[in-house]
């Protein structure tokens, strides 16, 4: 083995310095032949006999330089560079060629690259944490409610912290319910999450400065007020001062002491359990949550954990699993009916994104297919020209082997070069898709490009030089060198027409697949659109503030602050109708409630989950939800509050169906013994609160005189556009109590564009490869027309001397071209079918098998073909017979 | 066939050049074509040329060392020595070729009987 390395290591350096080493082996020779000649003349010769016959002992000294040559190089290098300069040359002679294939190449790389490194990032990378695999998920949900949020309580986060031994540890997380207000300058709200002690060693991070939760920070139920805060909060705070560990922070008028700030690069990359993608600025030990000691009914925590080392995620639920059906029989009042669930944390993170990330992948993958065809063709093209050189070649006896090599130099040169502009243009494309990529999808992430981009887009190169090379190179040399030889300036053009067709063909097939895919989207989107949210999108602003709470406030006062704001901001200049609500549509469930109806007893299967709202009685006029029957609430409902509920339509269908609901008494929550009758007053039309691809669920509305609102949505109908209105309701807050904060104010337009922006991006960047791959099969199939009727010309002017008119020459060629394409049609159809199966889970409201999008798919990609034919056939129509047939 | 046969020529003149380059200590090219053919007494016709490619390829693999020098006609060439890696070699070689050709020796003779 050794021998080899320093063989290896030798032939290089002679490699390197082989101009040297050729004029020394010279000498040497010269000096044996002297020594030779010396001593033939020794023996008696004449000086010229002596010189002869020490040429013959020596042996062909031409010969003998070749052969030192040979054991000396590195021969495979020789010919390589030879190879690589002779593709050079090849090239700058085809300026214009080179300029098309690599721009092609360049094009279809960079885009791959672009989107890998998205895709990579976002869902094929583990997370950016220590021993990844082994964090997951712990959550519960009713099991007849599959889709709602999985939550555990407090009491199940303890039991699970002190019972499960699969887990080196168990922390929870909880969002934070009431917002929170700093007491530094400005009243400013932010994201804010309660985790256990142990959630900053369980994910192997450190604060950058000071110090993490101490165990006794966070016992249990009683916990201490310190802070850790974001490295982003504290630069924008604090201008990055390390003094502010050990200031304190008001929160919601509770002082908290800072005691440690986390890394800069530290991203939390959990569920956005606070409702939000932003990334979270302040993090206090769970054990602050004024909801730690409620009973196990309360179920409000994430739960993540980490299975110790040799432990399988299987294995962890098994155990979980195990636990589950303990708690349910030890707490049936609590925990009966509930599913346990475990899961690897990586596949809440990116796993919902996994399908649409794959499928970003492999259309982009397609677009790369087809630029690789249309350089196969190009490269025949060339080749085509180049057969009588090749041919010449062959005969001299150049092996296949080694004009194989030639020609797949060439496309790898091609290749090369694209790979190198592509990650140009990669690098542009990522910094539009990042700009373009809604925040919910790259949770401040960053994507840039990085070695395994780098190493993705060689391993692209490589693939498309074997695919825009192999083809046309097997193709050449299967054709008969002899054939070459006699046909004189044709050379091999003439069998490829078949292969062209099917590099056409196959072209067609792919672009018809990836418009059908991006067709489909559309068609969903287009649909999605029109669903009804059921409220107004065009005429509502909102915005969200928090009123001036303290620990000491009862419910009635806060209501009155609720109140005195309503009823200032209806003042304002433009307001047309303005209410208050607890949570906006749109964003998802909530954690919902459990409906009782009197005189009625449900079974333990039975569905009886309710979505659950806060609302004013301006509330409805304001998003323009219309009143179905009963009433809406007023403001007499305040002396006997509590006994109110407004129900949506999908409650009074789902609960009472052909019965009318209003009048009817319902208890809410898990314990209903311990609670009062609720008359049901009113009936409102749905609302899309989940989302607008989800049906609307069973919703109550509870009046804010019964559950105030201490940190209220607004909504306000304007009367001109809501972005108008936006500045002047900011300014009556400010005028109202500066002390106020103003946050999250948009309008419902923006928020339904927010809850479409993943489907959006999709749609637009599926489109774009949709349209790329139109554009390079309309290509294709213009190159391929127009090189055959290059071909034809002498054909053309024959036909057209014995009289064929241009019409006919016309009708013969199109009828070619749409030949390829319509075949190209029925291939991409089938395979389009078979294909669009796989994203039926990602398509909303539209059958992957659409006859409509098939259809019209099929009919753009024949006008562009049709289109692409087009001007080569003109040029066939106007060969002059007499210039055609002189032609070669 | 024939790329077997100068296959085991080739590996036979490498083993010729090393054991040469042994008895002899340092010798330039045609120093050790002389040799080889004298020992051989005048049976191995080969050209001279050859030995050189023998030389490269033992420079190759470390076996050989070269330094240029002045010839006994007062002409620059280059010597040619053993190194300690090729003297392993060429034991070892020396032995399996006895080996091998004691063995090819006792086959040929009992066919023969």
């Known amino acids: ?888 | 066939m024939s790329a077997d046969r100068s296959e085991i020529l080739q590996g036979t003149l490498d083993l010729m050049v090393l054991k040469t380059l042994d008895t002899m200590g340092s010798l330039h090219g045609y120093g050790v074509a002389r040799r080889i053919e004298q020992i051989s007494e005048e049976a191995l016709q080969i050209n001279q040329g050859t030995i050189y490619a023998s030389l490269v390829r033992l420079l190759q693999k470390g076996w050989i060392t070269s330094a240029w020098g002045t010839s006994e006609n007062n002409r620059k060439a280059k010597f040619y020595s053993i190194t300690r890696s090729g003297k392993k070699q060429l034991n070892a070689e020396a032995e399996s070729w006895e080996r091998i050709a004691s063995v090819i020796g006792r086959v040929l003779r009992a066919e023969r009987g």
């Not at chain 1, 959990?270 to 206090?284: K, N, Y």
């Not at chain 1, 960047?765 to 009727?789: D, M, R, V």
């Open chain 1, 1 to 888: 083995m050794f021998v080899f390395v320093r063989m290896f290591a030798s032939k290089i350096r002679s490699w390197i310095s082989r101009r040297r080493e050729d004029r020394e082996f010279r000498q040497e020779l010269a000096g044996h032949l002297e020594m030779l000649t010396h001593e033939n003349i020794r023996c008696g010769m004449s000086p010229a006999e002596a010189n002869r016959i020490a040429h013959v002992r020596l042996g062909g000294i031409t010969q003998l330089q070749e052969t030192n040559r040979e054991l000396k190089g590195l021969p495979m290098l020789e010919t390589l560079v030879q190879d690589i300069r002779y593709a050079f040359r090849m090239l700058r002679k085809n300026p214009g060629f080179m300029a098309i294939a690599v721009l092609t190449l360049a094009f279809g790389i960079g885009a791959n690259s672009a989107i890998f490194t998205a895709v990579d990032t976002l869902a094929l990378r583990p997370l950016p944490y220590r021993n990844p695999e082994r964090l997951v998920t712990i959550g519960s949900r009713e099991a007849h409610h599959p889709e709602a949020q999985e939550w555990i309580s407090a009491p199940t986060l303890f039991d699970l912290q002190d019972g499960a031994q699969s887990f080196s540890a168990v922390a929870g997380i909880s969002p934070v319910w009431n917002n929170i207000v700093t007491g530094r300058e400005n009243a400013e709200r932010l994201e804010s999450l309660y985790v256990s002690a142990g959630f900053f060693p369980m994910l192997g991070v450190q604060p950058a400065i000071g110090r993490d939760f101490r165990a006794d920070e966070d016992a249990r139920t009683k916990g201490a007020n310190v802070v850790i805060l974001s490295y982003a909060y504290w630069q924008r705070q604090f201008g990055g001062n390390p003094a502010a560990v050990g200031q304190t922070l008001s929160v919601s008028q509770i002082p908290f002491t800072i005691i440690g700030i986390l890394p800069r690069d530290f991203l939390y990359l959990g569920e956005p359990v606070a409702g939000t993608p932003s990334q979270i600025d302040l993090w206090m030990p769970l054990a602050t949550n004024p909801l730690i000691a409620r009973p196990r009914n309360v179920r409000f925590l994430k739960g993540i954990g980490q299975t110790k080392d040799g432990v399988s995620v299987a294995q962890a639920q098994q155990e979980i699993l195990r636990m589950g059906d303990a708690f349910a029989k030890q707490f049936a009042d609590s925990d009966a009916g509930l599913e346990f669930g475990v899961a690897p944390l990586s596949a809440s993170v990116s796993g919902r994104l996994r399908p649409m990330m794959l499928l970003l992948l492999g259309a982009v993958g397609f677009v790369l297919l087809m630029a690789c065809a249309n350089v196969a063709n190009l490269l025949l093209t060339l080749a085509g020209a180049r057969g009588k050189e090749l041919a010449v070649r062959t005969a001299l006896g150049a092996s296949r082997l080694r004009l194989l090599r030639q020609l797949l130099t060439e496309s790898a040169l091609l290749s090369g070069l694209g790979g190198v502009a592509g990650i140009a243009i990669a690098y542009g494309a990522l910094r539009g898709l990042v700009a373009l990529a809604p925040a919910t999808l790259v949770q401040g992430r960053t994507i840039h490009l990085d070695a395994r981009a780098l190493l993705f887009t060689t391993a692209a190169v490589l693939v498309s030089a074997l695919l825009s090379g192999l083809p046309p190179a097997l193709r050449i040399l299967s054709a008969d060198a002899g054939i070459g030889l006699r046909e004189t300036g044709r050379g091999f053009t003439g069998g490829h027409h078949r292969f062209r067709s099917a590099l056409v063909v196959a072209q067609m097939s792919l672009a018809l697949a990836l418009l059908v895919g991006a067709g489909l989207f559309i068609r969903g989107f287009v649909k999605l659109l029109d669903v009804n949210p059921g409220f107004d999108v065009q005429h509502v602003a909102t915005f969200s503030t928090q009123v001036p709470v303290t620990t000491t406030s009862t419910v009635p006062q806060v209501v009155a602050l609720d109140r005195a704001l309503i009823d200032r901001l209806r003042q304002a200049q433009g307001v047309r109708e303005i209410g208050a609500v607890s949570r906006l549509p749109l964003l998802g469930t909530s954690l919902g409630s459990t409906l009782t109806i009197e005189g009625r007893s449900f079974s333990a299967q039975e569905y009886r989950s309710i979505e659950y709202r806060v609302a004013s009685p301006g509330y409805f006029p304001a998003m323009g939800i219309p009143l179905i029957a009963g009433r809406l609430f007023d403001d007499h409902d305040d002396s006997n509050a509590k006994g109110v509920a407004v129900i949506d339509e999908a409650a009074a269908q789902q609960f009472w169906g052909a019965q009318n609901p209003v009048g009817q008494h319902i208890k809410l929550g898990p314990n209903p013994e311990k609670q009062d009758w609720i008359t049901v007053i009113g009936v409102v039309g749905n609302v899309h609160h989940v989302g607008l691809e989800a049906l609307p669920v069973p919703e109550v509305y509870r009046p804010i005189s019964f559950s105030a609102l201490g940190s209220p949505i607004i909504v306000a109908r304007s009367e001109g556009t809501p972005a108008a209105l936006l500045p002047v309701l900011t300014s009556a807050m400010r005028s109202y109590n500066s002390a106020l904060p103003v946050y999250n104010s948009f309008s419902m337009e923006t928020l339904v564009e927010r809850s479409v922006a993943q489907r959006r991006f999709l749609m637009t960047l599926l489109s774009g490869f949709a349209c790329a791959a139109l554009f390079l099969a309309a290509i294709g199939i213009y190159g391929t027309i127009s090189q055959s009727i290059a071909q034809r010309t002498r054909e053309m002017g024959l036909r057209i001397a014995l009289g064929a008119q241009p019409r006919d020459v016309l009708k013969m060629v199109l009828a070619q071209g749409m030949q390829l394409a319509a075949l190209g049609v029925v291939i991409g159809g089938l395979s389009a079918a078979a294909l669009t199966r796989m994203i039926r889970s990602l398509l909303f409201q539209v059958s992957p098998f659409d006859v409509g999008v098939f259809f019209v798919a099929a009919i753009t990609l024949c006008a562009v073909a049709l289109f692409a034919c087009f001007a080569p056939t003109l040029r066939a129509t106007r060969v002059d017979p007499l210039v055609a047939l002189r032609h070669e």
